[in-house]
């Protein structure tokens, strides 16, 4: 069974750093794996999307990697500000159906101004 | 364009009752999945729909059904309500398998 986790479960930054999220699954044959932000009371936006056979992706400040045979996946904020704060998710698909993905339970990131 | 539209966005049932929740797709989308998130569990998958059939379905007991219409909406149902059935259910679309998926705002259920 797919686990996926996320650790810390909180983390506090000063404005202006630069920062790594992990997330770590334990079967690594997944089709695809994805970071969503979640901001409070509010439903999911995927920020970057890793197919199996790629190794990163990168949108503005946000870079996120992708090794499989170790099991992990790191979302790089550059420059991180006070409106990065919010919930930051990362998902496995295991099957073509993109749909039926496994959830890290997130990492709540607070960029101090 | 107009992204994934979900209804209600809040309410609260008594236990023993039951809800139906509303989920609209992005205009083209035909994948439609239903996520329950809750703060002990996290986000868990509940089923997903594509062209009127269930293509894929989570841990969940029979209480928890859904349904996709020709024209993609998709419902999904909870019968005899439990208090532990207090959560955020989250739908999204896709369009071709392995894209990007998009979340609505969700609908908040509250069971009292």
């Known amino acids: 069974k797919q686990e996926v986790t996320q650790i810390p479960a909180a983390l506090s930054v000063p404005e202006g750093e630069n920062l790594v999220l992990n997330c770590s699954f334990t079967?690594?044959?997944?089709?695809?794996l994805q970071w969503f932000r979640q901001d409070p009371g509010k439903g999911l936006t995927s920020l970057l999307l890793i197919q199996s056979s790629q190794r990163e992706q990168t949108s503005g400040r946000l870079n996120a990697s992708l090794d499989k045979s170790s099991g992990r996946s790191t979302l790089y904020i550059a420059a991180s500000q006070p409106g990065d704060s919010a919930t930051y998710l990362c998902?496995?698909?295991?099957?073509?159906?993109?749909?039926?993905?496994?959830f890290g339970k997130g990492i709540t990131l607070s960029v101090r101004p | 364009k107009a992204g994934v539209t979900q209804t209600p966005r809040y309410l609260i049932k008594t236990r023993g009752q039951q809800v139906t929740l509303s989920c609209s797709p992005i205009s083209g989308h035909r994948s439609v999945s239903w996520y329950q998130q809750t703060p002990g569990q996290g986000l868990q998958f509940l089923f997903e729909?594509?062209?009127?059939?269930?293509?894929n379905k989570g841990n969940f007991p029979g209480r928890f059904s859904g349904r996709q219409f020709s024209n993609s909406r998709s419902e999904m149902n909870v019968s005899t309500l439990e208090l532990g059935d207090s959560a955020l259910y989250l739908c999204?679309?896709?369009?071709?398998?392995?894209?990007?998926?998009?979340f609505g705002e969700g609908s908040w259920l509250t069971v009292v």
């Open positions: 999204a679309s896709s369009g071709q398998s392995g894209n990007t998926i998009y």
């Open positions: 729909y594509f062209s009127e059939t269930q293509r």
């Open positions: 079967d690594s044959a997944i089709y695809n």
């Open positions: 998902a496995v698909s295991i099957t073509g159906a993109n749909s039926k993905l496994t």
